[in-house]
């Protein structure tokens, strides 16, 4: 029976596994042929010097279709590239372990890291709605609660992601049943963005996505950063809709091309035909401080995606962390290599 089992195991990560590579290698060429058709072939130099990389580096060359993806956005091949599936199949497993789980039970933030730049408020878990502290809040009182100081809040299950699972909320439609039926979760207050972000898009949050890597000294440092806008037919940034502006990391200042979801490429929003060009990011330096300071509470999670707001009195918000799949790609081909020291191209010779 043991054998049947093992066998019926096998099988069942071997399809898991064929899908997983399947959905990689089609994203990765729909990447491919966004920016293909704008820029032209890669030359077949550039395709030798992925498959040789692939192979003598990262040890595998199915890795090569997203070295072309990244070698296409950049106009050139670049030493120290770390692909998406090999950060999520070689690296995540080695440096995180379990601890990424942490960051997909969205009340916890508060506790981990400093609670004064997060935007929670309240959550619901297991059947309860409690205040930051945990404390048990009646479901009469919740509204009166949440509303007392907030015109409108967002709620967060925590599974939602690329803008998934975000619900707004006003005192008019709010109902605790409706929560419930969405599952756990937590009550943010709605930020009032800066009015830099506002130029592009006032129907949502603008976004900006932060990662940053604790090094084998204990180190944080911040290693990339992109802005996502969103969308005039929106009223959250949605990734499926999201126009994403890559970001110096050094100085805040965007970059003058953005990028659409399929990939295209753009020079100024597509609905308020603002230019990228020329405008940086407001508190930048204070906001690159508070990461560093935050994700040094948390150095056993090496590697972490930060979603953060900028309100109008330029307070930074830490909207969420990700610690789990916290996506590399984007940044690795427009800003990258983003980890080249630290040697994460080493990983899947340890077995």
């Not at 030359?43 to 993806?69: F, N, Q």
């Not at 009340?107 to 709605?129: Q, V």
Request: net charge neutral; aromatic share 14%; glycine share 8%.
């Amino acid at each position: 029976m043991s054998v049947i089992k093992s066998m019926a195991k096998g099988a069942i990560a071997a399809y898991y596994d064929y899908h997983y590579q399947k959905w990689h290698k089609e994203y990765a060429f729909r990447w491919l042929k966004a920016i293909e058709s704008e820029k032209g072939k890669l030359s077949g130099a550039v395709i030798k010097r992925c498959d040789e990389y692939a192979v003598e580096v990262l040890g595998w060359k199915g890795y090569a279709r997203w070295l072309y993806a990244y070698s296409a956005v950049a106009g050139e091949f670049r030493e120290g590239w770390i692909t998406e599936d090999y950060y999520e199949k070689k690296v995540i497993p080695k440096i995180k372990h379990d601890y990424y789980i942490l960051s997909n039970i969205r009340p916890l933030a508060t506790k981990l890291f400093d609670a004064n730049f997060f935007p929670d408020i309240a959550c619901y878990s297991n059947g309860f709605f409690t205040d930051q502290t945990f404390k048990v809040l009646p479901p009469e009182s919740l509204k009166e609660y949440l509303f007392s100081e907030n015109k409108k809040i967002v709620y967060k299950t925590n599974a939602s992601m690329r803008g998934e699972g975000v619900h707004i909320y006003t005192p008019e439609n709010f109902d605790p049943n409706a929560i419930k039926a969405l599952g756990n979760g937590v009550f943010q207050g709605y930020i009032e963005q800066h009015e830099f972000f506002d130029q592009f898009s006032s129907n949502s949050v603008a976004t900006l996505r932060v990662t940053s890597v604790v090094n084998g000294a204990g180190k944080s440092s911040l290693r990339a950063a992109y802005l996502r806008l969103g969308r005039d037919s929106d009223d959250c940034v949605l990734s499926k809709n999201a126009v994403k502006i890559p970001i110096d990391a050094t100085t805040g200042e965007l970059q003058p091309a953005g990028y659409m979801p399929d990939m295209s490429t753009i020079d100024k929003h597509p609905d308020t035909h603002v230019l990228f060009e020329g405008k940086a990011i407001p508190n930048f330096g204070k906001m690159v401080a508070a990461i560093n300071e935050q994700h040094a509470k948390m150095p056993f999670d090496p590697c972490i995606g930060w979603d953060v707001a900028i309100d109008k009195n330029e307070k930074i918000r830490l909207i969420e962390w990700n610690g789990r799949l916290n996506g590399i790609k984007f940044s690795e081909a427009t800003t990258g290599p983003c980890f080249k020291d630290l040697g994460w191209e080493n990983l899947w010779r340890k077995g």
